[in-house]
Every structure is written in C-alpha cells, then in structure tokens.
C-alpha cells in the first residue's frame, strides 16, 4: 500500500537513515569561567570553611588535646563515653531540647496568627483585607529583629532585674506585691523561661513579615470563595492559609529549631554562668566553658559533635515528616 502524500515515510534496514548525534557544546573560555565562578569557587570555600573544620573538630573529639599544645594523644571514644555520664552536660542538653520544643511552636504560632490578621483579619465586607494600619504593624513588629542579640539580651537583663526592673515594677504597680524584688533570672523555675520570653519577642515580627508575603501569594480568590461558604477566620487560617505556605513554616521551623540548639548569645547575655543551678545552661554555653575556661578542648569538640548530630537529626526529622505530608497530600488530592 502506498503512503499517503505528505506522509512521512519510516526506512528501515541497512538504508535507515539514523538521527544526527546530538552535537556536544564546546567548552568556551565564557563556560569555562562560568563554571569556575559560581560552582568551583563556592565549593572551594564550602570545603575550606565548613567540612574541613568539621571534619577536623571531629578528629579532635578523639583526642585528649588541651588546645594550647601541638600535640593531641588519641583516646579513642574516650571523651564520648565521658559524655554519657556528665550530668552537667545531660543537664545542658535537656536545657537545650526544651528550647528546640518551646521556642519554635511558640513563636510560629504567633507569627503565623499575626500574619493572617494582617492579610484577611480584616472586615468581613468588601474586598479580603488584612487589619487597617497593617502596614504600620509590619514595621513596629520587625524592630526586635533588628536590634542584635547581644543588646537585646543586656536589655531584658535590665528589664528582669529584681529591685529596678521594670517588669517588677509594672505588676507591683498593678497591686501584685509578690513579684517586689522577684529574681526571673534567679528563679530555677522561671530562669529558663524568662529567657524563652525574650527570644520569641525577637524572632515573632521576622517571622510574621514573612508568613505576610507567603499569604499573599495565595490567590485572592480562594480566599474570597471561603468566605462565601461561610468558613470563618479560624477556618480560614487553619484549612487554607496554613497549607499554602507549608513550605515557609517547615523552612521557618528548620531555622528556629537550629537557633534554638544553639541561642548562645541570649543566654551568655543574660544568664552567663548557667543561671540558678545550671537552669539555663544550654550546650554551647558548656562548649564554651569547657574549652576556653578548662582548657579541654577534645572534650569540647566531642559535644560540638553532639550539637551537630542533633542539628542534623531535627533537620532531617523536620523535612523528612514535610515530604511525607506533602505526599500523603498529593496522593488524596489525585483520589
């Protein structure tokens, strides 16, 4: 049967005609540049600075090195078994592991409930808007963020202090004569507690700016189609927003989960020495008093190890749960 006209026509045999090989790109001085600038030099500098360090951190912590000698005599996992008997350090690293609980969910959660009044908290007529004077909140909510750590932390020390603090003389103005002369930093109840206060205060309008742009990029629409079958702000909030910026509050949970296993800063500005009965002594703050008060620095570098792990594992646990969801929810979303 003949081929219709037009109708390309498949040879086959010895007198196939064979595709041409796809060309390969030259390496131009252009490519050969390109490459060296934005893949070899970034490496290099990862290498330098991150994994060599590291690498060399963890060589340390087999040692039994002072840091102040040229030499460093091997003792194996030595410095690690030490570790699983120091209460000082356990105590450290349970102090640690309830700032990686607390401050994350709380400061998320108050980031992304101010971010969804500043976006459809608004009136409930009209157009889908945020609070009037948003624009004013964003701005007075980022300032914490801005001021450093360090001053930050010598701020609310001030604010905290039992006979001229402010916070004292707010509630006994208020007639709670209690808190006269009450230690928020001296309390092992209240100590690490009083610290957690002043970290979401810094990180909560950080947080909100960002949760803001994600909202925004929902389409209004979906908003507005909510409100028509009657779901509320709560609804709204929970059931839309939340799931259309998951990828912002799992990178945000990362972020603060991992400043929440260091938060050296805060906690050397206002409890320095651990605080009451080591309440407030996170791992970073042993790192620190181990190596450079005791002059161990194998030891050191063995809990450098610990926070690393731990750093890792939270990092990994956190996306790892993300994707399964998002899975589970592309699976459903196709059912």
Do not use: H
Not at 81 to 97: C, E, I, K, M, P
């Amino acid at each position: 049967m003949s081929a219709l006209p037009g109708t390309p026509t498949r040879v086959t045999g010895r007198g196939a005609s064979r595709p041409p090989a796809a060309t390969r790109k030259r390496w131009t001085f252009d490519r050969v540049s390109l490459v060296v600038v934005f893949l070899g030099v970034p490496v290099a500098l990862y290498l330098l600075f991150v994994l060599y360090p590291f690498t060399q951190a963890a060589w340390y912590s087999l040692t039994s090195w002072s840091g102040f000698t040229s030499t460093q005599e091997f003792i194996g996992l030595e410095n690690y078994q030490r570790l699983l008997t120091d209460g000082l350090f356990l105590q450290a690293v349970g102090n640690s592991l309830v700032l990686l609980l607390v401050v994350p969910a709380v400061t998320l959660v108050l980031s992304f409930a101010l971010a969804c009044l500043l976006t459809f908290g608004g009136s409930s007529t009209g157009a889908v808007r945020g609070l009037s004077g948003s624009s004013f909140y964003r701005v007075v909510s980022f300032f914490p963020y801005v001021v450093p750590a360090i001053v930050v932390g010598i701020i609310f020390g001030r604010v905290y202090d039992p006979s001229a603090g402010l916070l004292n003389g707010v509630l006994t103005g208020l007639g709670l004569g209690r808190f006269k002369d009450f230690a928020w930093l001296g309390e092992p109840s209240t100590a690490l507690w009083a610290v957690v206060v002043v970290i979401v205060w810094s990180f909560v309008g950080f947080y909100m700016v960002l949760f803001v742009a994600s909202i925004r990029a929902i389409p209004a629409e979906i908003f507005e189609a909510a409100r028509i079958d009657g779901a509320g702000r709560f609804r709204t909030a929970v059931f839309i927003a939340a799931p259309g910026i998951a990828g912002s509050l799992r990178t945000a949970y990362v972020y603060l989960g991992i400043f929440a296993l260091d938060a050296f800063v805060f906690l050397a500005a206002m409890n320095p020495d651990g605080g009451p009965g080591n309440s407030t002594l996170v791992i970073t703050q042993q790192i620190f008093s181990t190596a450079f008060k005791e002059g161990r620095f194998g030891l050191a570098c063995a809990m450098g190890v610990v926070l690393a792990v731990l750093t890792f594992a939270f990092t990994g646990l956190v996306l790892g749960v993300g994707q399964a969801l998002a899975r589970r929810n592309a699976r459903g979303a196709r059912a």
